[in-house]
C-alpha cells in the first residue's frame, strides 16, 4: 500500500514512538499497541526523577492542541526554541530525532521555529538540533516507516543489541 505525502505528513505519532523507531522497530511496535511495562522500568524511573530534580522550575509539558506531541518545555528565540530533557545520551541519534520531529511538527502546524535544544543534566550536555532540509525528508520517511511497522500483525524479531538489558521489555523479549 503506498501512502501519499498528504496522508504521511498527517500522521500523528508522539515524540516516544519517533524515538523508539530508532533505538528499535520491536519496541516501537509493543509500545504502540499499548503493551507497556514503561512503568515498571526502573531504568524510566530513574530518568523521570532525574529530569524533574534538574528542571523542577523550567520543565513544564506543553501539548500541542489535540496533537499527541509533548515537548518538555519551549523558550522563544527569533522562533520557538524546543527543549528536551533526558537522563544519558547513550540513545543520542534517537533523541535528536525526536527533537528533529517536533521541530518539523511545529513547523508543519505554521509555527516559526528555530532550532532544539537537549539537556543532559547528569553529564552537564547540551546539544543544540537543527533542521535541515534533508532532515525534513528523513523525518516523512520515518513516519511512513513507522505506519508500516504499526501495520504488522506481529512484533518485529529481537534485535540483540546491548540496550536490550536495560530495556522495559527485557523480560517479555528474552523472558
Ligand atoms: S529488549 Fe531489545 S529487542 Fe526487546 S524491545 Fe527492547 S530493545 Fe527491542
Known sequence: MTISYEEITNLKFTGTQ???YVICKRKLW???KGLSYESESEFVELGKLLDERAFKREK????????PVKIDFLTGEEGLVVHEVKHSPKLEEAHVLQVKYYL??????GVKVSHGIIHYPKQ?????VELTQEDRKVI???LENIQ???LEEKPPEVIKKPYCKKCAYYEFCYG
Open 18 to 20: 519517533v524515538a523508539y
Open 30 to 32: 509493543l509500545f504502540s
Open 60 to 67: 513544564e509539558e506543553v501539548e500541542w492542541g489535540e496533537n
Open 104 to 109: 518539523w511538527f511545529l513547523e508543519k502546524s
Open 124 to 128: 552537564r550536555k547540551v546539544l543544540r
Open 140 to 142: 516523512v520517511e520515518a
Open 148 to 150: 508500516k511497522v504499526l
